[in-house]
């Protein structure tokens, strides 16, 4: 039993150079795919919160009108505060759960609320 431990602990040798530029090589090459895909993820869930709040504002203001039977509303000018949005008839706190969001819109008279930044 002895011999056999022996010669398994003479048989410990390192990592040799080639493999371990081999094995650092591998790691550049997954970093170098896995890093792009990573940053543009993140864009594209930036871009979707805002397409997704400026549908949320939208619908609110859709439904505001509905349920307060206007045709039509004042202008309001470019804003992040949902207590001033649109003029006359604020959105918050009846129709949005936030007095502020991450972007600033605007509304036409119609009701057409336009997203002027996102906020990201």
């Known amino acids: 039993m002895k011999r056999f431990l022996k010669r398994i ?3 410990n040798r390192g990592f040799t150079l080639v493999e371990l530029l081999v094995a650092i090589a591998l790691m550049a ?3 170098a795919i896995v890093i792009p895909n990573v940053t543009g993820l993140i864009g594209y ?22 349920k307060e039977s206007q045709a039509s509303v004042t202008d309001t000018t470019e804003t992040a505060n949902m ?4 003029t006359g008839n604020a959105l ?9 969001t ?3 819109y605007s509304c036409d008279t119609t009701g057409l609320v336009t997203q002027e930044s996102t906020g990201y």
Do not use: C, W
């Open 45 to 66: 869930g930036q871009t979707e919160g805002a397409n997704e709040e400026a549908s949320i504002v939208q619908t609110a203001m859709d439904t505001m009108m509905a």
């Open 83 to 86: 207590t001033a949005f649109p």
């Open 102 to 104: 991450k972007g600033t």
């Open 9 to 11: 602990h003479q048989d």
């Open 29 to 31: 090459i997954l970093v």
């Open 92 to 100: 918050y706190p009846d129709y949005l759960r936030d007095s502020a």
